[in-house]
């Protein structure tokens, strides 16, 4: 884990998200906190991992997505290399949490 970004603040960001009890309220929040573009990045992001892992092609996830290749490339090596997160998310969300 990234120690410069595990701070009093994050803590109370992360802390505010795990109470969000539904999509709804995600949305309401979300949309106080981020920029329609942030949001849509991190999404975009999303969708890239996902694609990743059902072994779609770089070029296939540009075109789907509208992702550069530096997006695909740094989100494939947080799959590859990263804290595991997207891989522990996405095995949760095939098996609905």
């Known amino acids: 884990m990234n120690k410069k970004i595990k ?3 994050v803590n109370q960001l992360f802390d505010a998200i795990l ?6 309220e995600c949305y309401s929040f979300f949309e106080d906190l981020c920029t329609v573009n942030e949001l849509l990045s991190l999404s975009q992001r999303f969708e890239v991992a996902a694609m990743l892992k059902a072994n779609n092609t770089y070029l296939e996830i540009a ?10 490339s740094r989100v494939n090596r947080s799959l590859n290399y990263g804290n595991d997160g997207y891989n522990m998310i ?3 969300l095939n098996h609905q949490c």
């Open 19 to 24: 109470c969000l009890k539904d999509r709804e």
């Open 7 to 9: 701070t009093d603040a």
């Open 90 to 92: 996405l095995e949760r």
């Open 63 to 72: 075109d789907k997505t509208g992702a550069s290749t530096a997006t695909i």
